[in-house]
């Protein structure tokens, strides 16, 4: 195989993708250029790549990005891919506060590549948005992806910013439970920012008892979990918060929690 056309009709998973990140071209010119004769190193570059895509690398770890909301995002195997469902987050924290002209101060804990905090700060460059996460490789990927200034501190959850408060708290921590069958699908991710305890709720156990300590009169907290965690999220939470709201995400699937500090 030498031509776009001969690798188009190869079949190979994500090939027109693959090709357009390897040729820069469009997946128009592609079609418009089906008889495009590849060179060698272009040959060679694609073929590792398909190799690594057939081995099961996420497309978005050999590309290098990947769009999350309005924002395209750097990603590397240090941190997770950004998943549509997360985007549930910021539209519940865009539609939280009334005055949306209002310095709040914003916590995103375990901010892996960034998209939380960058997606919020750049949506709103007035908000003190702060971003935490225990592995320096991520917050170097985060640090690139801001748009805006963000204040970056390493430190596992509530360690990195002690004596500080927040209007809001939001997290999208690990809550997949040890030896859950979708592990298999989630190999080249970082296991750290995946797995939480045997029922997935390690960290959000955590996070829930300490928050009220980091939070203003009335703050808010904002997690993000798996789709069979919600009632006893709910039940962890009643005890220091209120006002505890659940969404489901686009797919009708329980996902976030919002509650209120007592």
């Known amino acids: 195989m030498r031509t776009i056309q001969d690798y188009l009709k190869s079949g190979a998973i994500d090939i027109a993708p693959l090709l357009s990140l390897v040729l820069e071209k469009s997946s128009a010119e592609l079609i418009s250029n089906h008889d495009y004769l590849l060179s060698s190193d272009e040959?060679?570059?694609?073929?590792?790549?398909?190799?690594?895509?057939?081995?099961?690398?996420?497309?978005?770890?050999?590309?290098?990005?990947?769009?999350?909301?309005?924002?395209?995002?750097k990603v590397t195997p240090d941190t997770l891919i950004?998943?549509?469902?997360?985007e549930l987050l910021i539209d519940i924290a865009l539609d939280l506060f009334i005055d949306k002209n209002q310095d709040y101060r914003l916590l995103d804990l375990g901010t892996g590549s960034g998209i939380i905090a960058a997606t919020l700060a750049d949506k709103n460059p007035h908000w003190q948005v702060t971003a935490t996460d225990f592995s320096q490789a991520a917050l170097d990927i985060a640090q690139q992806n801001a748009t805006t200034e963000i204040?970056?501190?390493?430190?596992?959850?509530?360690?990195?910013?002690?004596?500080?408060d927040f209007d809001l708290i939001i997290s999208n921590p690990p809550y997949i439970a040890q030896g859950d069958v979708y592990l298999d699908d989630l190999a080249y991710e970082p296991i750290s920012a995946l797995i939480a305890g045997e029922d997935g709720l390690d960290d959000i156990r955590i996070i829930i008892s300490q928050a009220p300590d980091y939070?203003?009169?009335n703050g808010f907290l904002l997690l993000e979990h798996g789709h069979d965690q919600?009632?006893?999220?709910?039940?962890?939470?009643?005890?220091?918060?209120?006002?505890?709201?659940?969404?489901?995400d686009y797919n009708n699937i329980d996902r976030a929690i919002l509650a209120r500090k007592k």
Request: hydrophobic residues 35%; without cysteine; glycine residues 6%.
């Open 215 to 217: 939070l203003k009169r």
């Open 230 to 248: 919600q009632a006893r999220i709910v039940e962890l939470l009643q005890e220091k918060f209120n006002n505890i709201q659940t969404f489901k």
């Open 82 to 86: 950004p998943r549509p469902e997360t």
């Open 43 to 73: 040959k060679s570059q694609l073929e590792d790549l398909i190799l690594k895509r057939q081995k099961g690398m996420p497309f978005a770890y050999l590309s290098g990005n990947r769009g999350f909301y309005h924002l395209d995002f």
């Open 151 to 164: 204040n970056f501190q390493q430190g596992s959850w509530f360690e990195a910013v002690a004596n500080q």
